[in-house]
């Protein structure tokens, strides 16, 4: 993957430096791809830049590949790793590339915002002025009536996002911050502040998916990850139709079918790359996929267990907060990031000791498109 | 499928319509849905619609089905199917709701033209002032050089289109014309007129996936259509990087895939429906999927074998150029027809007599980003 943040380097030169440099890991420059698959979420409206698929293909020399690009919203990367997942698993392909890419600081800021809100409800939500981060802030304003979360305590979220973050060179921001930080940044929807929000960034990441019978030709056995469960699951579109405030259905859901999937449960996992676009999701995210009890997710983040060395590490890169969230690259950047931990070829300081599976959780809109992945190195 | 052509209702309308009268044709309303792929080129630009995935799951009722959007430029419909059908052949899914839809005609025209033109090279293409007309043009100058195809024998491809929509009763165009319309109207580029062009339309059309499995619960094992074969192929961004003017690599590549997945050959062939966008791309396709020899095809136009009741028939519905072209939806509207001709329930006038095998071809970008797809009914 590249650097996320705020980059000079255009759609094209992220997707293909991305690209690149996964297929030299794998050794797999030169050889005959079969699809290519693009998660991006809005490349027409952010870079002008349409037909992704096609011209992709082309720059990389991929030419005659297959090329589809995949849009589910800021969960296109782990859709467009599902779908080259079901292609090699149908026997349609042996070997895929997947690139998740967004470039979305190459317009103004209220060209973006415009761009992202539209993903809303337009009938429930955005005609009334409603944000992602509005949304946010009623989901965090009800989690604190609930379950008596304080502001402070919120406040540790993006502290330990960034803690890790300061420690991996790929992250947009890379510096440590403080609770008293959080709670002196300026609102952006009450009860959430700035360092409660995920950055505007630009990036790219890329994996390589490749059958039994590829790995073996490619002689990569020991290099490969096996993808051992995805679930995938909608919700309402807008959350006033939803059952909960504090909870996502279609988290649960997903996370239910992967596991199956799988065979394996929360409580095997040993690290974790959740969606955390906002400081409040990664409690409700926690507790759906059962890592800690309805409203007692705060609890095991203060004790230390989702720290890198904690007993369930969560979001060891940065997450959201401090990685950066280029919409349709994060999915994919999750993916990279349990893949490299399951290698154990992590930065040392940021790799989580001996993990054996790992899973990451991608949404698409606010809370309604929602890819759950579980991966093993065994 | 709706009716094609310029409408009055929504993407969401249209989408639902189409979506509603499969579930209604298959019996399969109230089932449970494992994944809704929906195939869409430019939503958020012709309609300020975004997310269109999930927006679509949750008004037909379908959540918590999987969501995915898949865009491939105009292939996006074909994309979308052959998706729909990876998820089926991988065991991921056993019942997926696939739709194709765009609604063109809310922006202005200019508008209209400027997102399509961004699937062009831009830079070797479009930062000319090339259109899709203008490359279309270049092939069929270049055509006549090589091959003697006069301006009056092209004409007969147009004509032929309408006459076939002029019975369909959902044809965007359901009105004859002559070889002296076609010459007597506007130059579009040069040696394309007007009539030799598809129009920009609104449309949706929906096909429901199914495993064996599933099918045999459903009791549908004599309705359903099989996929015999599908092949994807890309070729160069840019008509200037590729082979050929008067050939398309990216179809004979996709066809020779679909052909050896099918395990049929072209003469097996019962019934085609080509992306027929400008008059010229039917006779390079036709010679690209080995319906007739290079430079040929007008041979078997005129001598009616591409008739309804001809040795060959090539869009009995009409084509892009009668049919109409919703970009996204095309692809589906292709397969749709096709299994409506396998199940011999076209209308009388159009029904070619006792097809077993048919085939689409749906071109994404202008002839870079290609899928060819077979189907059987035995």
Same mark, same amino acid.
């Given at each position: 993957?590249?650097?996320?943040?705020?980059?000079?380097?255009?759609?094209?030169?992220? /997707?293909?430096?991305?690209?690149?440099?996964?297929?030299?890991?794998?050794?797999?420059?030169?050889?005959?791809?079969?699809?290519?698959?693009?998660?991006?979420?809005?490349?027409?409206?952010?870079?002008?830049?349409?037909?992704?698929?096609?011209?992709?293909?082309?720059?990389?020399?991929?030419?005659?590949?297959?090329?589809?690009?995949?849009?589910?919203?800021?969960?296109?990367?782990?859709?467009?790793?599902? @779908?080259?997942?079901?292609?090699? =698993?149908?026997?349609?392909?042996?070997?895929?590339?997947?690139?998740?890419?967004?470039?979305?600081?190459?317009?103004?800021?209220?060209?973006?915002?415009?761009?992202?809100?539209?993903?809303? @409800?337009?009938?429930?939500?955005?005609?009334?002025? /409603?944000?992602? /981060? =509005?949304?946010?802030?009623?989901?965090?304003?009800?989690?604190?009536?609930?379950?008596?979360?304080?502001?402070?305590?919120?406040?540790? *979220?993006?502290?330990?996002?960034?803690?890790?973050?300061?420690?991996?060179?790929? /992250?947009?921001?890379?510096?440590?911050?403080?609770?008293?930080?959080?709670?002196?940044?300026?609102?952006?929807?009450?009860?959430?502040?700035?360092?409660?929000?995920?950055?505007?960034?630009?990036?790219?990441?890329?994996?390589?998916?490749?059958?039994?019978?590829?790995?073996?030709?490619?002689?990569?056995?020991?290099?490969?990850?096996?993808?051992?469960?995805?679930?995938?699951?909608?919700?309402?579109?807008?959350?006033?139709?939803?059952?909960?405030?504090?909870?996502?259905?279609?988290?649960?859901?997903?996370?239910?079918?992967?596991?199956?999937?799988?065979?394996?449960?929360?409580?095997?996992?040993?690290?974790?790359?959740?969606?955390?676009?906002?400081? *409040?999701?990664?409690?409700?995210?926690?507790?759906?996929?059962?890592?800690?009890?309805?409203?007692?997710?705060?609890? *095991?983040?203060?004790?230390?267990?989702?720290? *890198?060395?904690?007993?369930?590490?969560?979001?060891?890169?940065?997450?959201?907060? =401090?990685?950066?969230?280029?919409?349709?690259?994060?999915?994919?950047?999750?993916?990279?990031?349990?893949?490299?931990?399951?290698?154990?070829?992590?930065?040392?300081?940021?790799?989580?000791?001996?993990?054996?599976?790992?899973?990451?959780?991608?949404?698409?809109?606010?809370?309604?498109?929602?890819?759950?992945?579980?991966?093993?190195?065994?």
């Amino acid at each position: 993957m590249t650097r996320f943040g705020v980059l000079d380097e255009t759609l094209v030169q992220l /997707a293909e430096t991305a690209a690149l440099e996964a297929m030299d890991d794998s050794h797999t420059r030169g050889e005959r791809f079969d699809f290519l698959f693009v998660g991006a979420q809005n490349p027409d409206e952010f870079t002008g830049r349409s037909h992704v698929s096609t011209l992709l293909a082309d720059h990389l020399g991929l030419v005659p590949t297959g090329a589809i690009r995949v849009e589910s919203g800021p969960s296109s990367g782990a859709s467009a790793f599902e @779908s080259g997942f079901a292609f090699v =698993a149908s026997g349609m392909a042996d070997l895929v590339l997947v690139i998740g890419v967004e470039k979305m600081t190459g317009v103004d800021r209220s060209t973006a915002v415009r761009v992202v809100n539209r993903m809303l @409800s337009q009938e429930s939500e955005s005609r009334y002025g /409603a944000t992602p /981060a =509005a949304l946010a802030a009623l989901m965090a304003r009800r989690y604190m009536h609930d379950f008596g979360l304080t502001r402070d305590e919120l406040s540790q *979220i993006p502290v330990n996002a960034h803690r890790n973050g300061a420690k991996n060179p790929l /992250a947009h921001f890379q510096k440590e911050i403080t609770v008293e930080d959080v709670s002196n940044s300026r609102i952006v929807a009450d009860p959430l502040r700035l360092y409660d929000c995920c950055p505007t960034s630009d990036g790219a990441a890329a994996v390589i998916l490749a059958s039994d019978k590829r790995i073996k030709e490619l002689c990569k056995k020991d290099q490969s990850i096996k993808v051992l469960g995805i679930g995938h699951a909608t919700d309402y579109l807008a959350m006033q139709h939803r059952q909960s405030l504090t909870s996502m259905n279609a988290t649960k859901i997903a996370a239910e079918r992967a596991f199956k999937m799988a065979g394996v449960q929360s409580a095997d996992v040993d690290v974790f790359e959740l969606h955390d676009a906002f400081s *409040i999701l990664q409690l409700v995210e926690m507790e759906d996929l059962g890592i800690a009890e309805p409203g007692k997710g705060i609890k *095991i983040v203060l004790d230390g267990c989702t720290d *890198i060395r904690g007993e369930t590490p969560v979001n060891p890169t940065g997450g959201l907060k =401090a990685r950066g969230h280029p919409t349709g690259a994060t999915g994919v950047a999750q993916i990279r990031d349990i893949v490299v931990q399951l290698r154990e070829i992590a930065p040392k300081e940021l790799q989580v000791p001996c993990p054996t599976i790992g899973l990451s959780h991608n949404i698409g809109g606010f809370g309604n498109n929602i890819v759950v992945s579980i991966f093993s190195n065994h």
